[in-house]
T-cell receptor
Framework: DPKIIQKPKYLVAVTGSEKILICEQYLGHNAMYWYRQSAKKPLEFMFS???????DNQTASSRFQPQSSKKNHLDLQITALKPDDSATYFC????????????FGPGTRLTVL | QQQVRQSPQSLTVWEGETAILNCSYENSAFDYFPWYQQFPGEGPALLIAIRSVSDKKEDGGFTIFFNKREKNLSLHIKDSQPGDSATYFCAASGGGRALIFGTGTTVSVSP
């Protein structure tokens, strides 16, 4: 059974719209992360959460907003979508914030037209 | 400024050979260096990792050699098999926080 679930697998959006990327982990971990992988840049850290609290934010734009309704959920809301937001977004988790091993989900591939 | 660099960008080896992937970093505060394996359409999978207090880590056919003084490390894939064909990412972090990734090395193993 997959331990980190990301939904949807593929997402197509129009410029200016808003989307929410879903992530749930069943590893019993207390820390969760979002990373982005695009054709132009290597895997890039975005956010980290620990016990539903924001710990690190490396995303310059406020259009990206993580949302954590439960300890094992960390969704990513993206507003006012731009073509440059097209990328694969990966959710990851670790036992605790500061734990070294991070495990990644299968990703959501977002295309903005 | 790229904090973690990988080379080569791509690599082809014959089945049974040893593939050698290189990685270097700039930040002396990095103390944890994982390697991730990624197949097309999948997420990165943690393959093997080393802490900066060690100079070698082995796991199955994968070995990391780490040189703290030179700020570089390498991943050796021994007895490469076609199933090892994937993109390999070197990453680094300090204090177990955000992972900083390199640009990846795509390995092709020819039978």
């Amino acid at each position: 059974d997959p331990k980190i679930i990301q939904k949807p697998k593929y997402l197509v959006a129009v410029t200016g719209s808003e989307k929410i990327l879903i992530c749930e982990q069943y590893l019993g971990h207390n820390a969760m992360y979002w990373y982005r992988q695009s054709a132009k840049k290597p895997l890039e850290f975005m956010f980290s959460y620990s016990y539903q609290k924001l710990m690190d934010n490396q995303t310059a734009s406020s259009r990206f907003q993580p949302q954590s309704s439960k300890k094992n959920h960390l969704d990513l809301q993206i507003t006012a979508l731009k073509p440059d937001d097209s990328a694969t977004y990966f959710c990851a988790s670790s036992q605790d914030w500061g734990s070294y091993e991070q495990y990644f989900g299968p990703g959501t591939r977002l295309t903005v037209l | 400024q790229q904090q973690v660099r990988q080379s080569p960008q791509s690599l082809t080896v014959w089945e049974g050979e040893t593939a050698i992937l290189n990685c270097s970093y700039e930040n002396s505060a990095f103390d944890y260096f994982p390697w991730y394996q990624q197949f097309p359409g999948e997420g990165p999978a943690l393959l093997i990792a080393i802490r900066s207090v060690s100079d070698k880590k082995e796991d199955g056919g994968f070995t990391i050699f780490f040189n703290k003084r030179e700020k570089n490390l390498s991943l050796h894939i021994k007895d490469s098999q076609p199933g090892d064909s994937a993109t390999y990412f070197c990453a680094a972090s300090g204090g177990g926080r955000a992972l900083i990734f390199g640009t990846g090395t795509t390995v092709s193993v020819s039978p």
